[in-house]
């Protein structure tokens, strides 16, 4: 069994914290992940209502397993409803990212709940731990979703000698062999979103499941189009990764042409409502190429956490 600080404070039998994703991790995905050890979130964005984080807290809940939830820290000072929620549903782990966690940090100490927040840049660090953030995630460029410009692995190296407190890589492990690195060089754990994309567990539409099984990872943007035609009002800092299609290739880049065409913006609003896969967005980052097949989030955390033992075991060996 890996033993890192991360399963010691929330008594984890692996050091594997599923990503909160948005639209993807709802409380079912959330429980199949700390079903297998790991620690399961919910993703929450500002268009949920408050009521979706108390429905889904339920559902990992009702089987006494930890979870933690996943919030967006530009969304919550206009909807103070979803800390409310958040808080009431007492999860172990509360993630604040995408913005200033300091705010936030203090209402959420005072009910026992630890927080962690996604950092970008060496500047994020020491904003997060002014804040009191107890876990910080190093979130490489690598990631699905919205991410920054920064590779996971040197980002990870610069915030390992910048703070003490453990510190967990995010962005492009989906394998044992990349969480075994990960923890080699100093990880207390891996946040692993792109993996389970294609769990049975998500909230995505089969379609998007399909999508992402057959993608290549060769085939993702970093890119603001998509939330600019979906009119968010997402801070330019983080774009998204996600896949390539008709869409991105026109539009990628070009964002304040986009902006005075109303039809083209359209476009992507009726494309995911319809799940049109060349116009709606589906994120996903560089390691979508790895997952090729619908599973059971149990199943692909248990595999990781296996092959990332196997992989530990043999490091001594390259000391012969
Ligand atoms: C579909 C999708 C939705 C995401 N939504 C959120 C979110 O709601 N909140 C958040 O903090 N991060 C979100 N992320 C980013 C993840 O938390 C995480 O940083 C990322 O998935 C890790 O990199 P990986 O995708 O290579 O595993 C999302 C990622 C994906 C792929």
Redesign the pocket.
């Known amino acids: 069994m890996i033993k890192t600080p991360l399963t010691r404070w929330f008594d984890l039998t692996t050091p594997v914290i599923g990503?909160?994703?948005?639209?993807?991790?709802g409380g079912a995905l959330a429980r199949a992940v700390s079903q297998a050890g790991g620690l399961g979130m919910i993703?929450?964005?500002g268009a949920h209502p408050a009521g979706f984080i108390t429905e889904q807290s339920a559902i990992p809940a009702a089987d006494q397993l930890p979870f933690g939830i996943?919030?967006?820290a530009w969304t919550l000072a206009d909807r103070p409803d979803l800390l409310e929620a958040t808080m009431a549903a007492q999860p172990a782990l509360v993630?604040v990212?995408?913005g200033d966690p300091a705010p936030y940090v203090g209402p959420l100490h005072d009910r026992g709940i630890a927080v962690a927040a996604?950092v970008n840049t060496v500047l994020d660090v020491s904003r997060a731990v002014d804040a009191g953030v107890d876990v910080i995630?190093a979130?490489?460029t690598?990631?699905?979703?919205?991410?920054g410009q920064r590779a996971t692995l040197p980002l990870l190296q610069e915030v390992l000698s910048l703070t003490d407190r453990p510190v967990v890589a995010?962005?492009?492990?989906?394998t044992g062999r990349g969480m075994a690195a990960a923890l080699v060089a100093g990880a207390a754990g891996v946040?692993?979103?792109?993996?389970l994309?294609a769990c049975t567990e998500g909230l995505?539409s089969p379609a998007a499941r399909e999508r992402v099984r057959a993608a290549s990872g060769e085939e993702t943007v970093l890119t603001r189009a998509f939330d600019v035609a979906e009119g968010l009002a997402w801070p330019e800092r983080w774009p998204g990764?996600a896949l390539v299609n008709e869409f991105s290739r026109v539009w990628h880049g070009r964002e304040d042409e986009l902006l005075d065409d109303a039809p083209a913006r359209r476009r992507v609003v009726e494309g995911r409502r319809t799940w049109d896969p060349e116009a709606s967005p589906v994120?996903?980052?560089?390691?979508v190429g790895l997952v090729t097949a619908e599973r059971s989030a149990a199943d692909v955390i248990r595999e990781i956490d296996a092959a990332a033992e196997k992989a530990l075991r043999a490091v001594p060996r390259l000391l012969g």
Do not use: C, D, K
């Open positions: 990503a909160p994703m948005a639209g993807v991790g993703g929450v964005s996943g919030l967006m993630s990212s995408f996604q995630v979130q490489g690598e990631a699905g979703g919205h991410t995010a962005g492009g492990i989906a946040w692993i979103g792109t993996a994309l995505n990764r994120y996903a980052g560089e390691a």
